[in-house]
């Protein structure tokens, strides 16, 4: 039986909706983040050393699995039976690959910095907030936001010429990219001129397999991210 330890609104949300996709049986854990920190429970270290989520348990290999790209990619192999990737040996299939691995590897860095450096000057002593924001500004104006635009632009561009991430057919790494996706229409303007972005959220979020994994996962942010065109 597969485990999925989830933390409320995060990237674990994924690992619901791929297994609904693959209609698989699976048991959920919840998991609260700290109101304080908004950081994941010590509880989870106790599965992982990490602590982070998603993580996976897998009672049929005796597998503990934490990283969403892993567990996506050991879920397809294991379970998958040819879904949700493209053949092997194809042009396709290096593409699954590359947005599998880009969407951790290279989306989300700026869209976390972006969070962190919206936040510093409400984390910081009073006396110097009015520092401490105009350093989290400047740093966000001349480093963040056009690495954030480059980004964006990127996706923008990809969709523009097919309608997955990966060709013509939905797959795995379309799961694994709706996170920045979503996170970035929140947070950093992504459908701004960027008509095919929001189409791909509108796509994804209307898809049955993540309807049910809402229902099941509970609250999500960015459930509703791009749903009303731009």
């Known amino acids: 039986m597969i485990t999925v330890h989830h933390l409320d609104n995060s990237r674990s949300q994924r690992i619901l909706w791929l297994l609904e996709e693959l209609e698989l049986p699976y048991e959920i854990r ?34 503990t699995l934490a990283e969403s790209g892993a567990i996506i990619e050991y879920l397809v192999e294991r379970y998958g039976n040819g879904r949700l990737q493209p053949e092997r040996s194809t042009p396709e299939h290096v593409q699954f690959l590359y947005w599998l691995h880009y969407a951790e590897g290279s989306a989300m860095p700026p869209l976390l910095l972006k969070l962190v450096f919206g936040l510093l000057p ?30 964006m632009d990127f996706w923008e561009q990809a969709l523009s010429q097919r309608e997955w991430f990966t060709g013509q057919d939905f797959t795995a790494a379309d799961i ?31 898809r049955p397999a993540y309807q049910r994994a809402l229902i099941k996962g509970g609250a999500y942010t960015f459930a509703s991210a791009g749903d009303a065109p731009a």
């Open 176 to 206: 694994q990219m709706s996170f920045p996706l979503e996170a970035a229409a929140s947070r950093a303007g992504a459908l701004q001129g960027r008509p095919h972005v929001g189409a791909f959220l509108r796509r994804i979020h209307a």
């Open 30 to 63: 919840f998991y609260k983040r700290d109101p304080k920190t908004m950081l994941a429970p010590k509880s989870l270290r106790r599965i992982h050393p990490l602590g982070k989520a998603p993580i996976i348990t897998d009672t049929e290999g005796d597998v």
């Open 122 to 151: 409400t984390r910081v002593p009073f006396i110097i907030r009015p520092v401490a924001s105009l350093i989290a500004s400047g740093v966000q104006s001349r480093i963040i936001n056009p690495q954030l635009k480059l980004h």
